[in-house]
Every structure is written in C-alpha cells, then in structure tokens.
C-alpha cells in the first residue's frame, strides 16, 4: 500500500487497518470533541444572526460510552503504527479531553505535556451563561515510558526569542484567507486548526524526513505544514469533499527549509576531549589555567588534570576550588589560557577545536 505522502479516502479506524506496523515517527490528532450541542437548540451572535458552532455528523456519538469505545480503538491502532520512540500530540476541548488523557493512559502512553493553546481571538459565548471558553488543550505524549522522542528544545528557545518556550501557546483561532472556503464561499470546515498551531507542533516534536500521521484529515492542515518544513505525512479523511480543496491546499504549499527546519540549533556538538586536543596541541602540559577571578592552577595531565595550591584534580573540581563553590563546575565556561598575550577561554579552544575536526570530517 502506497501511503507516503498520500491522503486516504476512507473510516480513519479501517484505512489504519491496513497500514504497517511501527511505520509513523508521529502522529497529530484532531478528533471529533463530541460538543454534545443539544438538539434543537440555537445559539445567536449579540447582533442576532445565529451561529452553527460544530453540528457535523462527524462529530455526533450515541454517548459517551460510545465516544470512548471509538477513543480507544483509534488510539490504539496509532499506537501499533507508531515506531517505538514515536510520539503523538492531539487536541480537543473540555467536553472530552478528560476522557482522552484517561484512555492515552490506560492504553500505556506516556504523557510529557499538556499544552494550553490560548486563543487570542476566542469565539464570544453568546448566551453569558459561561466563560468564555478561550482556550483548548493539547496532550503531548510517547508509546511509552521508556522512548526516546524528539524534542527540538533549542529550536523552541530560538522560536521563543531566547526564551525556554512553555506550554500555553497564544495563536488567534483560524480566520480570514488561511480559512478554507468552498467555491460558494462558504467556510469548508467548522474547526479547522491554524497553521502557526500545527507548525509548531511539527517543529519541536519531530525531525526534517520525519513520516507524520494524521488520522482526521479535516482541511489538510498538518499535510501542508509537513510538506512547508520537509517532514512526509499520510492523512486519512472521509469527507471526500474536505479532499478535494485539501489536496489543492496541499499542491500549492511551497517548501521552506532552513536551520529551524533542520533543527540545526539542535544539533549535537562533535565530542572532544582534553586527551585529544593536548594531543593536537590546543592545550600545553604545564600551562596555566586562568579564572575569571586571577586564580592559576596548572595544567599536569593530558587528561585535564590541574594542580592548585598542591591539589590534584579534575579541572571542573579545581576550577570549583578556585572559586570557593562547594560543587563541581563546567571549566570550560570559567578557566582561560594565555594565546599572544591574550586571554582566550577555554570554551572558544574547544570550539576552534571541533570547527577543525569537522572539516577534516568532511
């Protein structure tokens, strides 16, 4: 079955079915929330038009035992499709986020997260006989305890102005020509997600040439933002309606790579030791190793080793020594050395280090 990059027409439980295995690296998820709306019952903007809100058949269950029963068998066939690191992150609202979280972990997911997407241009609740319901939530979560996921963090810092990003997100709700419209003009999709939501999810919890599961195609939102940051993605959807202006969505998206993309803030640093860049010359056995504060120690071992004040340790030990710190520190952050008359730290050493290590690498 030919599935990479592919929507399949068809029940999202029956076209799971007849996929492999431990295939997807992750899975974003939509679900129908099950509003629960009465039957019956109109709900009116402030200026008196009426306002539909989510009355799809899709989204309408016999109960709640029901919308269990269907939880359950949808989350578990993605589990069997998910590689054993794989994760998933799905939303839903306060009518049955709940009832989720709870079969995620029956089923023996592992949950790392729940993330509140803060809308910051919520739908108003007309009636005021509530709060306003201005947010939704997500669950981030792994197969399983023991895999080892993706998290882009420093991607997330970088995305976040240098700051460790949280888990309220503030994203306006899908609006204006983002919003999907039929060739009547008519908006194709009640709950259609926005693209910064989705694009961030794709950034921070998976890696360039990832496969992406998405198993309610909707308006092919994760599809396009797959496809914008070079990760794959199958979709499932049943609506062959949704289809049709999803795929030309999908067509006309343009590919944008670059280092959030590739998760380059990402990539882990070339390993290096003392042993070796004594060896190559980068340190000299019986230099000195200068602190911030003046304090010297001497370099007596290829190894690292220094010796202050007639102590012989690991430098991290000596460089907490020299600074009166009760626990061992990074030296390289701390100790300089002397290069033309100049204090050069030993973390830029490092990294002239690795620079030529890579490119004789190359």
């Keep these: 079955m030919d599935y990479k990059n592919k929507i399949l027409c068809g029940d999202t439980i029956e076209q799971m079915k007849l996929l492999p295995d431990k295939s997807f690296d992750f899975c ?40 269990k029963r269907f939880t359950h068998t949808w989350l578990s066939q993605v589990r069997r499709l998910l590689k054993d690191d794989g994760a998933i992150c799905l939303i839903s609202g306060m009518q ?66 240098g700051k460790q990003i949280g888990s309220v997100w503030t994203f ?23 693209e910064s939501l989705i694009e961030r999810i794709i950034l921070l919890f998976t890696r360039y040439g990832d496969l992406i599961l998405d198993p309610f195609g909707g308006t092919m939102t994760t599809a396009a933002m797959a496809k914008k940051t070079g990760r794959n993605y199958t979709m499932i959807e049943r609506d062959e309606k949704y289809i049709h202006y999803g795929q030309q969505r999908v067509e006309q998206q343009i590919k944008i790579i670059g280092e959030v993309e590739l998760a380059k803030f990402d990539d882990k640093p070339i390993k290096v030791t003392m042993q070796e860049m004594v060896k190559h010359n980068m340190f000299i056995l019986g230099e000195s190793f200068i602190h911030k504060n003046g304090e010297m120690a001497k370099l007596v071992a290829a190894n690292g080793k220094l010796e202050y004040r007639g102590e012989i340790n690991s430098m991290h030990e000596i460089a907490a020594r020299m600074m009166g710190a009760k626990n061992r520190i990074n030296a390289f952050e701390y100790l300089f050395v002397e290069r033309n008359n100049k204090k050069v730290s030993l973390m830029d050493i490092r990294e002239q280090y690795r620079l030529q290590k890579q490119y004789t690498m190359i």
């Excluded at 019956?40 to 809100?53: A, P, Q, S, V």
Aim: overall charge neutral.
């Design 28 to 67: 974003f998820a939509d679900p129908p929330y099950f509003m629960q709306i009465e039957q019956g019952k109109k709900l009116f903007r402030i200026e008196g038009t009426e306002f539909n809100g989510c009355d799809d058949d899709w989204d309408k269950f016999d109960s709640m035992e029901s919308y």
């Design 96 to 161: 049955s986020i709940y009832e989720i979280g709870s079969i995620l972990r029956d089923l023996g997911y592992w949950v790392i997260n729940d993330i509140v997407w803060l809308k910051s241009n919520p739908t108003p609740n007309f009636g005021g006989t509530r709060l306003n319901n201005s947010h939704e939530t997500l669950i981030w979560a792994t197969k399983s305890k023991k895999s080892k996921f993706v998290f882009n963090y420093k991607t997330g810092k970088y995305l976040n102005g």
């Design 172 to 194: 306006p709700i899908c609006s204006g020509k983002e919003r999907l419209r039929d060739n009547n003009d008519n908006k194709l999709h009640n709950t259609q997600k926005p």
